[in-house]
């Protein structure tokens, strides 16, 4: 019986060395993201690092902040050369990937055009010719598509708009935001939200990856349960995206 209670009390003692599925959790994980202003700031400051680290740190993992493209994000980790990268919808990539079944943030997902045009809705979208960039698979989330292309960078979209190369650029809303600084007159932009789409750690289909994807869940559990993250969030200047109550899948 002393034994069964010393081993309980170890277990509480130390959480950072309970077993995660088949493996003892890593003391590091390395984390990839395309440079995202005040979310993935390359100095490894904005809100995205801020949540990773609030998830793995307490647990005993150190967090390794790297900056790359997305798409060479997504690359890195199915080859197992990073452990999971930030910013991906809910199956976005269907090999050598692992999803944990709690989401960590939610994108509010927009569509940038001329204010002239007719008024932008999730049911007729597929009557505008679309834009985004590269890697960010917008066709498996929004209904009805038609005419859509992907370019490789975010410069030149309101020279893109004007010149009716395209109706509307989709993007998360504060790249959008981002974009509309640079516009001599925003007032002849408009911006419509269109749906919100939970955002997942993508996690290497690996021994290590399977062990630090169960860490993410169990402590994604605990912080919302506590509300520690909220002030992550408000600090950043972001909207909180779980519910009183939340469970795993969606924020």
Not at 84 to 108: N, T
Not at 193 to 222: I, N, S, V
């Amino acid at each position: 019986m002393r034994c069964v209670w010393l081993g309980i009390l170890l277990g509480l003692l130390i959480p950072s060395l309970a077993p995660a599925g088949d493996a003892t959790v890593p003391t590091r994980i390395r984390v990839v993201s395309e440079v995202w202003a005040r979310y993935t700031e390359p100095d490894g400051s904005g809100l995205g690092w801020d949540l990773v680290r609030a998830v793995f740190g307490p647990a005993g993992v150190r967090v390794e902040a790297h900056s790359v493209p997305y798409t060479r994000a997504v690359g890195l980790v199915q080859r197992g050369e990073m452990d999971a990268w930030v910013g991906s919808y809910a199956d976005e990539v269907r090999s050598g990937v692992l999803y944990p079944r709690w989401a960590y943030d939610a994108d509010q997902i927009c569509a940038l055009g001329l204010a002239e045009q007719p008024e932008v809705r999730l049911d007729n979208l597929g009557s505008f010719h679309l834009a985004w960039l590269r890697g960010y698979a917008y066709e498996r989330y929004l209904p009805n598509l038609k005419h859509y292309r992907v370019i490789q960078r975010r410069d030149g979209i309101l020279s893109m708009l004007t010149l009716r190369h395209a109706d509307l650029f989709i993007d998360a809303r504060p790249e959008l935001e981002d974009v509309l600084v640079h516009a001599r007159d925003p007032s002849a932009f408009r911006v419509s939200c269109l749906t919100t789409l939970p955002l997942y750690l993508g996690f290497a289909d690996t021994a290590k990856g399977k062990a630090l994807a169960h860490l993410f869940d169990r402590r994604m559990e605990e912080l919302v349960a506590s509300g520690e993250l909220r002030p992550i969030f408000e600090r950043w200047h972001y909207p909180y995206p779980f519910q009183e109550g939340a469970h795993a899948t969606t924020p």
